[in-house]
């Protein structure tokens, strides 16, 4: 039988990703050394009190049973992190619980927009900003992120009619792929933009932890205004290293959470409890952990990019993220070649930066998930190649 899939569904491209995984196996076949800087999946491990949590609250066989609901002690637990951590006040009611903010963004748009609505994404941007919306029916306009703005929006460039169009607006510093950090006179603009033309704002707060230089990672909700247009997108899986366990939150405005809550509560019935009471433990327990693997990720950031450097790879130093925007050599025109001769040559994997949106040409995208030993190999590695 053919049958006729949505079109919906035919329009998601696996693009780049299977590409590299074919090159990838089949240099594992020949023997080949390989170096994956691709994911973006932490090396570093979970806290020993956060497996202790889960494991105990796994023993408790009610544990087991649908949770429907968060937790009141895992709400009032994110309302006094945010508190303490961002200096930002939520009330109970203005917190959910999301299977990732990966889940949270596929999904948020059946909530906020109807069919052919406009939402404004980033390019480059994290996929799921553009590609969830748009499985929910919506029509995205991608705003430009360049180099010479620090991968800012300029606002006065978002074109007024769309603007007076769009629903609501994916934001996200510290930014993956391009590794930018906004300041506050940013967010000042945010949400002045957002109050003019009525704009929701969804922040994904993905990497307030691994922020570089000296600066600390701020909440899209610690600037004025910033309830009455949005909420925020706060997420376990890097500060913690719970990548598998998809927990993170939204917060923020009361009525975005009360109707993305009601879409919600028809798709799912709760996270697994341990997983909640280990959302717990993270979030009130010790948090040093979490500071010092922000500055391995740093020192990693430049060993990686100075060691480039000095090889004649011109890589600027990441302001934030686990990862590094790494423009392509000179000589290279496409960035999804250079990926694959480096493979071909070296055995590293990256991430060319279409896989983010168009204007990712020009770039590849590496994780620092590595160990500096690892990083120092394959720096000499690039070097000892023809690639540059
Ligand atoms: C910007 C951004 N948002 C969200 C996620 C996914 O977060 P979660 O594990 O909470 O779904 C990632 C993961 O790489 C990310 O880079």
Redesign the pocket.
């Known amino acids: 039988m053919e049958f006729q899939f949505s079109k919906r569904s035919e329009a998601i491209e696996e693009g780049i990703f299977t590409v590299l995984n074919h090159k990838r196996a089949e240099l594992l076949a020949r023997g080949r050394e390989v170096y994956n800087f691709s994911v ?2 932490p090396d570093f491990k979970p806290q020993p009190h956060i497996m202790e949590a889960l494991m105990e609250a796994a023993k408790d066989t009610e544990n087991y049973k649908y949770a429907l609901a968060d937790k009141p002690e895992l709400l009032e637990a994110v309302k006094s992190f945010y508190h303490s951590r961002f200096g930002v006040e939520v009330e109970t009611d203005e917190i959910m619980s ?8 596929a999904h948020v748009a059946m909530a906020l927009c109807d069919e052919g609505d406009v939402v404004l994404a980033p390019n480059p941007g ?1 996929p ?2 553009a590609v969830g919306p748009e499985l929910c029916g919506a029509k995205i306009v991608t705003y430009p992120l360049y180099a010479e703005n620090n991968f800012l929006p300029v606002f006065e460039d978002i074109p007024e009619k769309t603007a007076q169009a769009a629903k609501f607006m994916v934001v ?1 510093y510290p ?3 391009v590794c930018s950090v906004a300041d506050d006179g940013f967010y000042e603009r945010l949400i002045a933009f957002a109050k003019k033309y009525e704009i929701i704002i969804l922040h ?1 707060n ?2 307030s932890d691994i922020v570089y230089h000296g600066k600390e990672g701020k909440s899209f909700l610690s600037y004025p205004g910033a309830k009455d247009v949005g909420i925020e ?1 706060y ?4 500060s913690y290293n719970m ?1 598998g366990m ?3 939150f939204a917060l923020g405005n009361k009525s975005v959470i009360t109707q993305f809550k009601k879409v919600r509560s028809q798709i799912d019935y709760g996270i697994f409890l341990p997983i909640q009471i280990a959302a717990i433990a993270a979030l009130k327990g010790p948090q040093d952990a979490v500071k010092e693997q922000c500055r391995k990720y740093e020192e990693r950031n430049k060993a990686l990019c100075g060691g480039l450097r000095k090889i004649g790879w011109n890589v600027p130093d990441s302001q934030g ?1 686990m ?1 590094v925007w790494a423009p392509i050599p000179e000589k290279y025109k496409s960035c999804e070649q250079f990926a694959l001769d480096l493979m071909e040559e070296t055995g590293v994997i990256v991430v060319p930066g279409t896989a983010f949106g168009d204007l990712g040409e020009g770039y590849v995208r590496m994780a620092l998930v590595h160990d500096i030993p690892v990083i120092e190999k394959v720096v000499n590695i690039i070097k000892e190649s023809h690639i540059l």
């Open positions: 973006g999946t999301l299977y990732g903010s990966q889940e949270g963004m994290y799921v900003f996200s930014a993956n792929p994904d993905a990497y997108f997420s376990l899986s890097k990548t998809r927990i993170s993220t990862f």
